[in-house]
C-alpha cells in the first residue's frame, strides 16, 4: 500500500526540481543569448572601425570646435587654437599641444608671406584683442602678455616664402628669451 504523504512529498519534490530546471535554463539561455548579443555587436564595431577612413585618407579631417573664430583651414591636423590669438590668414596648423597651464600651435604661413610680414600682422593685430606688446624682434618674434602678465610668444621656426612660413604661438613661451 502507498503512503498517501509520500506521494504528495514527491509531486512537491518534482515540482521544485521542475522550478529549478526552469530557472537554471533560462539563466543558461539568457547567458548564451547575451554572449552571441554582444559578440555581434562587437563584429560590427569592428567592421565599422575598418570601414572609417584615417586621418591621412580623409579629404576633410573631423576636428575639434576652434578656441578661435578664424577660418579654419581643411588641411589642419586635429587640434586647437589659442583662445584670443587669431591665426595668420590662410595659415595651416600643423601641430597643438594643450596642458592645464601651457598651450601651443604651430602654423605654416601661404606660399609667398615672408617671415616678417607673419611676424608684423601678430605685432598688429594683437594689442587691439587686449595683449601688451613686449618685445618685437622684426622677422624672427614678437612678445606678448595678457592683462595677469602671463606671456605668450610668436615666433618663426623656419622662414621659407617659396614653400610657405612655419612659425610657432607659444602661451606661455617655453624659452621667452629666446
Known sequence: MKCFKCGAKSKIWLIILVVVVIILGGLIGGGVWGYYKVKSWLKEQTEQSKKTPTTEEQEEPEEEEPATTEQIHPS???GEDISGVPRYPNSIRVSSYKEADS???SY?????VSAETIIQYYADTLPGKGWTQKRLTAGKEVLFADAQGKLLQVWIYEANIEEGTSYVIEYPPLNPNQ
Open 108 to 112: 605654416t604661413g601661404p606660399k609667398g
Open 103 to 105: 598651450q601651443s600651435a
Open 76 to 78: 589642419d591636423v586635429p
